[in-house]
């Protein structure tokens, strides 16, 4: 009771902040918080605080704030949900309004909060351009006529709109600290939306930046412009410089370039530092204020995982399937667990030093204590490599193999199951897809063999995949397809393998062929000392982030009282541009610098009272004979030469159950999911509740 309470109270007190923060940026564009601010700015700046202290209490602390709850609360948020009576109303808001092939699947509320941020960014654009237009006179100096002084206007405003973009920029990225995790969205799901943000910041930069350029062609001023490093005020070549990058940054991440030439992707996105860097330097430190928190957050969480990488590992074992996937065991400490569809991050300082890949892992923190594991199809050069670094060890004579370090981030998933909430689940994967499924059937078998809870009533999956070979995927769940419990779980599955005829094949026939061919390579193991222990504690990484919160603001003070004159901090006429802003980037290095002892010091205890890690029987392939797959595999089903008809599917399985809530989990190609997402756009009737709810959701599981 005590707990719903100040879980209650947390909620409200997050709800107000966050209330509280959008409302300053709605203010902000007006006459009214132009003239407010700066009578507060005049009052502050001769206190110890300053100017300075002004700007952080408004604009950095609310950001920090939900953090810092944030992370309280998910903490206190119990793993299993509970249970609803009746069905969601709000149900249909998270199933997809929007199918489309460009834009993707798009759900209610989605929508809502895409037009919502559109309006924010016209509000802004509309109250600060009529206010200059108002007020505009032509500019003899720049010898510009009143329609060329309207469109400079234009473009200045529109790098307004690029920098509000770039102050949410970073919020979906976060992982520790994540702040959208309090909204139920996990990392790879929001990695969308700064997609979004991304794209909008580089469209109002390249306008601003380009209209600024060509008024300054205009007015034959733009030799002496264009290169020019002011002393005071806006510093164009900085400006310049922050453009071209972001636009380097945003051609590589294409999806024509990410998917193809991953490593180009990955390193030029390492430019975000000097973006950064050089948009500091053109909008100066007040308009970077308002960005910072998210930069903050992000630099902060960036070490916190650099931290909790260290140190290496080894790869127990690893199983090759015959169509080119591997599944690697890693040990991990008993005291660590995590909830199904979690991934992790992995790299594999043999490969490359730098590079890291996210994958879902498909084991079970409830069935396995001392090892996870995750599946890696080799389709790219990494993934490749690896898999030609598991074989060649494989050919080699030796018993066991030598080790392979890895470092590991994560595991990163949902605070709770949410899944358990509905009355019956349909997963539908495509391919390397059904990742994320295998540890949703591991998770819910060993709870409701335990007699932990009994929610779901029907449990149907459907994988596709194109050629046989690849029903080996489904090795780690083998046990619940060939012996399935069917009082307890009632688990039905059929494949579908798309490029292949056979006939007279069972699914009995088709799954034991397949796994016998499943290789297992063991490798040496006495030279790793340590297991995963996954992340801090929600409440130390909160403790973290107020502690580094008010380190910033003691540095901000002590550089500022410094470097700043006394004589000049009445005006700051005197003071250099590039000072203050050098201040901001000094004071952040100087917290991260001190603040990196305390996850240190909590790392080096938990490895310190970390028992030797109790490395599991290393797995052998799977053997079962004809007489243990026995009666749950009458129900299973396989089809060859032909995709899944959701149509059918869809309209089947209501009656096949009880329940009228079903959770509709899609992993697999974008064509995939968008051929489910419309038919349950067309059975859910958009918001319209019938007897049987759909209820679609997306898994990523490629970033």
Known sequence: MARTTLLAVLKVLMALIAAAWVSLWLIKPTQFWTREWKAAEDLARPTLFGYYGLNFAVYIFPLFALAILG??????????????????????????LVVNSLLGILSSIEIVAVFLFMLFLAWTFYVRISSDFKKLKPDKALKLNLWQLKYLRVATRFGLLAE???????????????????????FEASIRYHIWLGTTMLFCATFHGVSTLFIWGVSHYIQDEMWKWQNTGRIYLAGEICLLTGLVIWITALPQIRRRQFEIFYYTHHLYMVFLLFFLFHAGDRHFYTVFPGIFLFGLDKLLRIIQSRPETCILSARVFPSKAIELILPKDPGLKYTPTSVLFLKVPSISKYQWHSFSIISSSSVDANSMSILIKSEGSWTSSLLNLIQTEQKSDADHMKCIPV???????????????????????????????????????????????????????????????????????????????????????????TQEEQSGVTVREALLDEFSRVQTVNFDIKSSNHAITGLESPLWMAAIAGISCILFLIFLIIFNHIFIPSQEKATKGKTPSLVVDLLIICSFIAVLICIIFVPLFIRWRRLKKQNPPVFPKQGKVLEISPAEARDGLEEHEIHFGRRPNFEEIFAKFPNEIYGSDIGVLVCGPEAMKESVASICQHKCGGLKVQKANFSFHSLSFAL
């Open 407 to 497: 470092a590991v981030e994560g595991p990163y998933g949902p605070a709770s199951m949410d899944f358990l909430r509905f009355d019956s689940l349909l997963l539908v994967a495509g391919g390397i897809g059904i990742t994320p499924f295998l540890s949703i059937l591991q998770e819910l078998v060993a709870a409701q063999n335990s007699g932990q809870y009994k929610f779901l009533r029907k449990i149907q999956l459907i994988f596709a995949v194109k050629k046989v070979q690849d029903i080996c995927l489904l090795n780690s769940v083998s046990p619940l397809i060939f012996n399935q419990p069917v009082d307890k779980c009632h688990l039905k599955v059929k494949v579908y393998v």
């Open 71 to 96: 992370s309280v609360y998910l903490n206190l948020k119990p793993r299993e949900p509970i249970r609803r009576k009746g069905r969601r109303v709000l149900a249909g808001f998270s199933n997809p």
């Open 164 to 186: 509000a973009c770039l102050a949410f920029l970073l919020l979906p990225v976060l992982r520790g600290l994540a702040i959208f995790r309090i909204l139920g969205i996990q």
